[in-house]
Each structure stands twice: as structure tokens, then as C-alpha cells.
């Protein structure tokens, strides 16, 4: 596990070295998605996350919003293994992040994942749980990655949740709801997947709705729409 105090070594790389060596991308800029750029540097790949091409107000108002709390969650989580380690920082656009290979779950079929990959998956978050991230989009299936070795690995962290410092038990309250829906979403995604492998007490905790599952979900479709209505060119 690579010792926190390391965090305040991790390299700024440079943009131009970065632009010079993609050789390929998951997803290019539009509206509100960033470039997901695939970059060789010394033999190894690298995914970058850049806003620097995405629609100009969402990029210079929300942009480096989400890649420092991205950045953040990632700081805290190094060493965990089912979550991509973090490389580096360019600049307030765009973060590194080691290059895993895998299927999204959208795009795995049903049937075709063993037990264990589910209590793999619930491992990973209650080690992040455990170092104050909670990821908050475990509900999107492309947020979790069927690995080529068959392990879960959880990405895109720009939704995050941090536990609050101290005592303050509304934060502490609310940080909780957060966890119980990361929880949540791994019975969504077994159940989508593998519904022959749910037990009964998971079928039960399935039937009974978060508290705030509901207003939560209508409060983020709302933040979403607002966002792209007035910070992008409506693509």
C-alpha cells in the first residue's frame, strides 16, 4: 500500500507531453464530458480525464470543480486495489489515473458473473467507506469495471462524498446515507445481472426503498438539466 505522506510527491505532468503521446480515446469532449485519452509514457498506458475541450462555460465554471474533488477522493484511496491509482495532475482541467483494461458492467451480460465478483465489489467499497470516500454513482453500471482478471474496479470519483472532520453528527449522518447507497447499488447490480444469486435477506433489503432515494434522484436529474441548459450549447 503506498504510504499517504507519498501523496504530496505525485508528479504535475505537462500537458504538451501529455497531447504528444494519446494514442487513443475512450470518449472525446462534448457539452459536459471530459476527453478520456489514453497515453503511452515509458512503455506503460495512462487514462487522463480532461475538460480542456468540453463546452467552455461548463469547463472554466464546473470543470476544475470536479477534477479536484476527483482528485481528492483519489489522493485518499491510494493503495486500495479495485480502484485505479492516481498518476498525476496537469492542471485545473485534467488528472492521470493508471490505465486499467475491462468491460463496463453495461456491458456485460447477464449470467455471466460468479458470486465472488459481487462480495470482491463490496470489499472495494467498504475500503473506501472505510477512508472517508463514498462514491455516490455505483447506481451508472459504466462506473464499475469487470477487470480482464475478473475483479471489480470502481472509477469516475467526480460525484463523491467525503466523511466530515470531527463529530458533527449531521455530516456524519448524511456521509452515512451516502454509504448505505453504495451498498445499495451493488444489490441493484447483482440483481440486474445475476438475480439467481440473490439471497433472501437481499431480495428483502432490495424491496425496502432508501429514505431518500426518491428526492435525491429528482434533485440530481434537475442539477443535471439546469447544468447543460445554461453552461453548454444544448449537444
Given amino acids: 500500500m503506498i504510504s499517504p505522506k507519498l501523496t504530496d510527491k505525485l508528479p504535475r505532468l505537462r500537458r504538451k507531453t501529455i497531447e504528444d503521446n494519446t494514442v487513443d480515446y475512450y470518449r472525446t469532449a462534448s457539452g459536459t464530458r471530459p476527453d478520456l485519452r489514453v497515453v503511452e509514457l515509458d512503455g506503460a498506458r495512462i487514462i487522463v480525464k480532461d475538460f480542456r475541450r468540453s463546452d467552455f462555460l461548463f469547463r472554466l465554471i464546473v ?15 491510494l493503495g486500495v486495489e479495485g480502484v485505479p491509482q492516481l498518476v498525476g495532475r496537469l492542471d485545473r482541467f485534467a488528472l492521470a489515473m493508471e490505465h486499467v483494461s475491462g468491460t463496463s458492467l453495461e456491458h456485460v451480460a447477464s449470467g455471466t458473473l460468479p458470486n465472488e465478483f459481487y462480495s470482491s465489489l463490496r470489499a472495494v467499497i467498504d475500503e473506501m467507506h472505510a477512508r472517508g470516500v463514498a462514491h455516490c454513482d455505483l447506481r451508472s453500471r459504466g462506473n464499475v469495471i469487470l477487470t480482464e482478471d475478473g475483479s471489480p474496479c470502481v472509477v469516475d470519483f467526480a460525484a463523491c462524498v467525503y466523511r466530515g472532520r470531527g463529530i458533527n453528527p449531521l455530516s456524519r449522518w448524511l456521509f452515512n446515507q451516502f454509504v448505505k447507497a453504495d451498498e445499495h447499488a451493488v444489490l441493484l447490480a447483482k440483481r440486474r445481472l445475476s438475480p439467481e444469486l440473490l439471497t433472501e435477506q437481499e431480495s ?30 444544448g449537444r
Fill in 63 to 77: 470543470g476544475p470543480v470536479l477534477i479536484r474533488r476527483e482528485f481528492g477522493a483519489m489522493r485518499k484511496l
Fill in 204 to 233: 428483502a433489503e432490495l424491496a425496502k426503498p432508501l429514505p431518500f432515494e426518491r428526492p435525491a434522484k429528482i434533485v440530481g436529474e434537475s442539477i443535471r438539466k439546469i447544468t447543460r441548459t445554461l453552461l453548454t450549447r
